[in-house]
């Protein structure tokens, strides 16, 4: 359809309400359920308000749970308790969390929202309703509705678990380009609710509006049970032409979206970069698979491609890009074919080779002049072999593209630092992104390459008078893909009658100028009077998206001041606009308790993964064995990093116990599980190094089967930690001062550096010396691991239990082995020790516990 294209909007909110219900049925009932959602130009505002009333004679748990958009920002909560209301505030992040750790403290509080998927966030609270009482939430959030693939979305999760009395879906929309196609969708709907349903459409307004009866919910008219469970979805396009695009403007704000289609496609030169480590075994390396075959075919006759494999080795298809001709991308399907996961994972080499490849091409003149190059990258964990310190590849691989590349990065499941792959794509020009295991992982990936894969516009440029417009969000962009849209805001200067725009912008045949004009009066009048209005809507709009791009920007800052600037700014418009970010908090408190809080934060991606702990599972040829290590490798990001960790292990098979140690051989890829026949409540020295001037020593618990303190000495300066589970007790200058778990503390003395993360870790570190980290893990029993960073600092003088392993020590050959048996001789110091391969617990994340195949070693102090 010429001039128009298929726009898709996404909100998503599930509504849930429960009650604490064991003797009565619905005790808590939930008479009423409204979702209230306005959206005008893109920007999204949905208030959820339910009601409910406590039947029984005494008083029951009411909980409120509503899940959101990972992209939106909370701005609002409440309760109201028999017709008082209790508001939540909105707070810099430290001061909420200083306030709420004081509830922490007395037992009698709760974190409000966490993440819960690939998309949501969940909101949670809970209330005692006394008996014949009333209570009334109300939670309001706002989002920049992002065009994906030509369209936008909004949908609702509907799941009350009961009938409810009064249940509503209200949708108004107003979009003053014009509104091309609306339809709704259900995954519960039957022809009976199909009646509860109505939709009015005119040229700019729609309304969706879904009023069920009780009648109409009950799944038969016997039983008192919903039908509401599930997705309720709204779809729709606007209309726009081949302009300049779209102009509005509210009270001083505009804000200006740039989607132009029907133009040509640039030609690709696209490098995929795949993690075929050990980790990657199983069904992550079968999606893989699956999805680079259909990636494959989805390549355009005129792109360029290649594709390069690592894990502690880098392979590469062919040495160039060959065009993506019917013939090469067969043989390419041949090549994805072979891919085994097996090996370490070295990033750092396997990125600077698509990179290098790239130049080379160009240099060759074997890509189109105007063609768009791109590397993308996926992996499942941590560098490993290699490169290892994740700070110095960053800048390796930004020193090697210069700008010239895209860069993405797709992070498979939450064993990989997605900090790490955020900031290299954003540092190259590029985005990262989550891929989830699940049983469409392959369906992930496919579609993030078709996100990518149609370039239209670079080097975009969107200009406005210079001294008219205020406060300007970004607007510049180097690549625009066909159905993605360009959003740009600002305040306006009083004395301007009329904005002027020119949009300048290469095409893969041209270069082009887009110039615009819009009337100021005008446009403000286009939103005056109209109920679908919220306020300063494009104020707020400008807001969010400042708020946004600020984050983004501070991830990628060179200078550390540059980045303090951006994040205060971020956090000033945040309190300003009441919103909840990754900066700010919000406190409830709770009207049953005065000293009972809940905190609601702003989850980012990072939060989701788990703690990761050093050492993995490589046979001494550098090969993972994958029967044995699977996706339980968790690997750390310093080079040398060694893990020696404590448990208690019960009187069961190898796979059940746990050693006293895990830690990797130095420069090797080998892990040693070695468990210790000590006297009970014996001290041991472990390390000892007199050349850096350090030691420390740990005492074995009353069972043996754990370690329950260590002793750690500085000598420069002389600084003295024992560390236990209740905590930390630092000696300094003939002064102690003591570091509970509870709560986070740091000090730096003459450049060494202790800090405590909350119920966390220790970490004492100084430059040119060994980092020593002791975490402290709570579940599934108390103890505390051991490990240390930056071992290439030891010196040939170390000694004691474990320093004895970090030089002049290696694996040999086992020629009299038993059949059957996967057995080594470990050679330190010329000492040999028969060790074997087996399966042990492996401590390297608080939650879960995984298995790791190491060299088992027992020896006597």
Not at 117 to 127: D, I, M, N, P, Y
Not at 733 to 756: D, E, F, M, N, R
Request: glycine share 6%; with cysteine; charged share 25%.
């Amino acid at each position: 359809m010429e001039g128009r294209a298929f726009v898709v909007l996404l909100v998503i909110a599930s509504l849930i309400v429960l009650a604490e219900n064991t003797d009565h049925k619905n005790a808590i009932e939930i008479y009423s359920l409204h979702v209230d959602s306005t959206v005008t130009s893109r920007f999204a505002h949905t208030v959820i308000t339910s009601r409910l009333v406590n039947k029984v004679n005494e008083s029951r748990e009411a909980i409120f749970e509503v899940e959101l958009p990972k992209t939106a920002f909370i701005t609002n909560f409440s309760m109201s308790i028999d017709g008082e209301t209790y508001p939540g505030t909105i707070k810099e992040k430290t001061s909420a969390q200083e306030q709420y750790d004081i509830a922490v403290s007395h037992g009698q509080s709760a974190g409000l929202v966490k993440t819960t998927g690939r998309k949501l966030e969940q909101f949670h609270v809970s209330v005692n309703v006394a008996s014949d009482s009333k209570v009334t939430f109300e939670l309001i959030y706002e989002e920049l509705l992002k065009r994906q693939l030509g369209k936008y979305e909004l949908l609702f999760k509907v799941r009350p678990k009961q009938l409810v009395k009064h249940f509503q879906i209200d949708v108004h929309i107003f979009e003053p380009q014009g509104i091309n196609f609306l339809e709704t969708d259900s995954t519960f709907m039957t022809n009976e609710l199909t009646e509860a349903l109505t939709k009015v459409q005119n040229e700019t307004k729609a309304h969706i509006l879904f009023k069920p009866t009780i009648g109409q919910q009950k799944k038969s008219p016997e039983l008192e049970e919903t039908l509401l469970d599930g997705d309720f979805i709204i779809r729709y396009d606007v209309k726009r032409s081949v302009s300049a695009g779209d102009i509005q403007i509210v009270n001083g704000y505009f804000v200006h979206y740039f989607a132009p289609s029907e133009m040509p496609t640039f030609p690709k030169n696209v490098i995929f970069v795949v993690d075929q480590s050990g980790s990657m075994s199983g069904r992550k390396i079968e999606q893989t698979r699956d999805a680079l075959l259909k990636i494959l075919e989805d390549l355009r006759p005129e792109d360029h491609f290649s594709l390069i494999t690592f894990n502690s080795l880098v392979t590469e298809w062919k040495n160039t890009l060959l065009q993506a001709t019917g013939q090469n991308v067969e043989s390419a399907k041949r090549y994805v074919k072979t891919v085994m996961a097996r090996g370490g994972t070295d990033i750092n080499n396997a990125l600077l080779t698509a990179a290098n490849t790239l130049d080379k091409a160009n240099y060759a003149e074997i890509l189109q002049a105007h063609s768009i190059s791109m590397i993308i990258l996926l992996t499942d964990g941590q560098p490993t072999v290699g490169v290892q310190d994740v700070e110095i590849i960053q800048q390796n691989i930004q020193k090697a593209i210069k700008g010239k590349y895209v860069l993405y990065c797709l992070g498979f499941g939450f064993d990989v630092s997605y900090k790490f792959l955020e900031k290299m794509a954003l540092d190259n020009g590029g985005i990262a992104r989550r891929i989830y295991e699940d049983s469409d992982s392959d369906l992930q990936l496919q579609g993030f390459y078709q996100e990518v894969a149609t370039p239209i516009l670079k080097d975009i440029e969107i200009q406005y008078p210079e001294n008219s417009i205020l406060e300007l969000t970004q607007n510049s962009f180097k690549l625009f893909f066909d159905g993605s849209e360009i959003v740009v805001a600002g305040r306006i200067d009083n004395e301007l009658d009329v904005l002027p725009v020119e949009i300048q912008a290469q095409s893969h045949t041209s270069n082009l100028i887009f110039k615009e004009e819009a009337n100021v009066r005008e446009k403000e009048k286009v939103f005056q009077h109209q109920k679908y209005i919220f306020g300063n809507f494009i104020e707020r709009l400008w807001a969010y998206l400042t708020i946004q791009q600020l984050l983004e920007k501070s991830i990628s800052a060179q200078e550390e001041q540059q980045k303090n600037l951006q994040v205060a700014r971020a956090l000033e418009l945040s309190m300003k606009y009441s919103f909840v970010t990754p900066l700010t908090s919000m406190v409830v408190t709770k009207p049953d308790d005065q000293q009972k809080l809940h905190l609601a934060n702003k989850p980012t991606e990072s939060d989701n993964e788990k703690s990761r702990f050093t050492g993995f599972s490589v046979r001494s040829d550098g090969y993972f064995d994958v029967s044995l290590a699977r996706d339980y490798v968790h690997r750390a990001p310093k080079t040398g990093q060694r893990a020696i960790l404590f448990d208690t292990p019960e009187h069961s098979p190898d796979t059940n116990e746990y050693p006293h140690f895990l830690f990797q051989l130095p420069r090797q890829n080998d892990v040693i599980c070695l468990n210790i026949d000590g006297q009970p409540q014996a001290y041991i020295n472990l390390i000892s190094d007199p050349d850096k001037g350090v030691s420390v020593t740990g005492k074995l618990g009353r069972n043996r089967n754990h370690f329950v303190l260590f002793e750690i000495t500085n000598l420069d300066p002389h600084v003295q930690l024992r560390v236990s589970k209740e905590g930390t007790v630092l000696s300094y200058g003939g002064h102690t001062t003591k570091l509970p778990w509870t709560k986070s503390a740091s000090s730096t003395i003459q450049g060494l550096k202790i800090a405590v993360e909350k119920e966390r870790s220790l970490t004492m570190s100084a430059s040119d010396n060994i980092t020593i980290k002791i975490t402290f893990i709570k579940s599934p029993n108390r103890f505390l691991g051991l490990y240390f960073m930056d071992t290439d600092h030891f010196s040939d003088k170390a000694s004691g239990l474990l320093g004895q392993f970090y030089f002049d020590t290696h694996l040999e050959s086992n020629p009299g082995a038993s059949q059957g048996e996967d057995e080594r001789v470990l050679s330190v110091h010329g000492q040999k020790h028969r060790v074997t391969r087996k399966n042990k617990k492996d401590y390297r994340q608080e939650s879960a516990t995984g298995i790791i195949s190491c060299w088992s070693l027992h020896i006597t102090p």
